[in-house]
C-alpha cells in the first residue's frame, strides 16, 4: 500500500498545471487561489494539463477534470462559467458530476456506489490592492441518501461543502517578465457539509507556479492533500 501511494504520488509531481493561464483579467490576483476555483477562465482553445486538465471552450466557459481525486478514486468532471470580472469583485459558477464508491476508499467501507452533481458559486473581492478575499461553496444533489457515520473518510471525498481563501500578494505591483504579478501566498478553510470534514491549509504563488497543501484532520485516509501546479499547456 505504501509503495503504491509513493508511485501515486510521484507521478502526480511530474503532472503539474500552469497558473495565470486565465484570459486578461481586471485583477490578476483573482487567479491566485489557494484550494478554492478561481473565478477567472482559460482563454478559448487552451489546453492546461496537469494535476487537473481543463481547456477552454470559450473565453468565460470552461470543462476539466481534477486528476488527483481521480487517482484516489473519486472521478469526477467539472465546468466553470465566468460572469462577472472587475478589478475590485469576480464571480463564477461551477458545475462536477462525482462518482465514487466507499469501499474503493476505503476496503473497510460498505459497497455503497455515489453520483452527484454539485452546482456551484465562486466569488473574489478586492479588499486592497496586494489583497483578495475568495468565497465559493456547492450543493449536492445525489440519488443516494448519503451515509457519513462510520464511515473511512478521505480527503478527497466530495460533498456539499463551502470555503475560503485570502490571498496576498507581496510584490504584487512589480511585472515579471511571464506577466504575471509576482509572488503571491494563499490560505484558506473549507468544511464538507456531506461528510463533515474541516479542512484548511495553505499556499505559495512564484511566477507559473504553485505549491501547496491542504489538511483534512478529520479524514481517514489522504488527511494531507498537496496543491501543485507549474507547466504544461497547449493552445489550438
Known amino acids: 500500500m505504501k509503495k503504491n501511494l509513493f508511485c501515486k504520488s ?17 485583477n490578476g490576483l483573482f487567479g491566485y487561489t489557494h484550494l478554492l476555483p478561481s473565478p477567472l477562465t482559460l482563454p478559448a482553445g487552451t489546453l492546461v ?3 487537473d486538465v481543463s481547456f477552454g471552450l470559450t473565453d468565460f466557459l470552461q470543462v476539466g477534470t481534477n486528476l488527483l481525486s481521480n487517482f484516489y478514486n473519486v472521478y469526477n468532471v467539472n465546468a466553470k462559467a ?3 470580472d472587475y478589478p475590485s469583485f469576480a464571480l463564477a459558477v461551477t458545475g462536477s458530476f462525482v462518482q465514487f464508491n466507499y469501499q474503493d476508499i ?24 496586494a489583497l483578495a478575499w475568495f468565497i465559493g461553496g456547492n450543493l449536492n444533489y445525489t440519488s443516494q441518501s448519503l451515509v457519513s457515520d462510520g464511515v473511512e473518510t478521505s480527503g478527497y ?17 512589480k511585472k515579471t517578465r511571464t506577466k504575471g504579478l509576482g509572488n503571491a501566498v494563499s490560505a484558506g478553510v473549507s468544511y464538507d457539509l456531506s461528510y463533515k470534514l474541516a479542512g484548511l491549509g495553505i499556499s505559495h504563488h512564484w511566477p507559473g507556479f504553485h ?8 479524514a481517514d485516509r489522504y488527511a494531507v492533500r ?11
Open 10 to 26: 510521484a507521478v502526480l509531481l511530474l503532472l503539474v498545471a500552469p497558473l495565470n493561464q486565465s484570459v486578461a483579467a481586471e
Open 49 to 51: 494539463f496537469g494535476t
Open 82 to 84: 465566468a460572469l462577472v
Open 106 to 129: 476505503d476496503p473497510r467501507n460498505r459497497d455503497f456506489a455515489v453520483s452527484s452533481l454539485l452546482p456551484g458559486v465562486i466569488a473574489a473581492v478586492e479588499v486592497a490592492p
Open 157 to 173: 471525498m466530495t460533498g456539499a461543502s463551502i470555503g475560503s481563501d485570502l490571498s496576498f500578494a507581496y510584490n504584487a505591483l
Open 211 to 218: 505549491l501547496g497543501i491542504h489538511y483534512y484532520p478529520g
Open 226 to 236: 498537496p496543491i501543485i501546479a507549474g507547466g504544461g499547456v497547449w493552445k489550438f
